[in-house]
């Protein structure tokens, strides 16, 4: 049994940043993958970024190069460092966190990128 809890979600302007956290209630040792989902008002959701438990990154193509996705063992803290925000970035972003054939939601955190 995983909680998830996620924050760090606003508003900021085009070309401005956020960092997202999302804190776990349990070690990282036992989770094999953690990452971010998004959805954007009538789209489908999409996977965003994850991280192995061995810092294996992946992103997808309209995050990579402006997104960082990375974890802190020690404060069971998942990250989601966003630059160069775009209004189409403009979704609720979810964190997940993977234990073998179980996956546990965070319960969301909004980010509106507008002027």
């Known amino acids: 049994q995983v909680q998830l809890v996620e924050s760090g979600g606003g508003l900021v302007q085009p070309g401005g940043s956020l960092r997202l956290s999302c804190v776990a209630s349990r070690s990282f040792f036992s989770i094999n993958t953690m990452g971010w989902y998004r959805q954007a008002p009538g789209e489908q959701r999409e996977l965003v970024a994850t991280?192995?438990?061995?810092?294996?990154?992946k992103y997808a193509d309209s995050a990579k190069g402006r997104f960082t996705i990375s974890r802190d063992d020690a404060k069971t803290t998942l990250y989601l460092q966003m630059n160069s925000l775009k209004p189409e970035d403009t979704a609720v972003y979810y964190c997940y966190a993977q234990i073998i054939f179980s996956t546990y939601w965070g319960q969301g955190t909004q980010v509106t990128v507008s002027s």
């Open positions: 991280i192995t438990s061995g810092g294996t990154t």
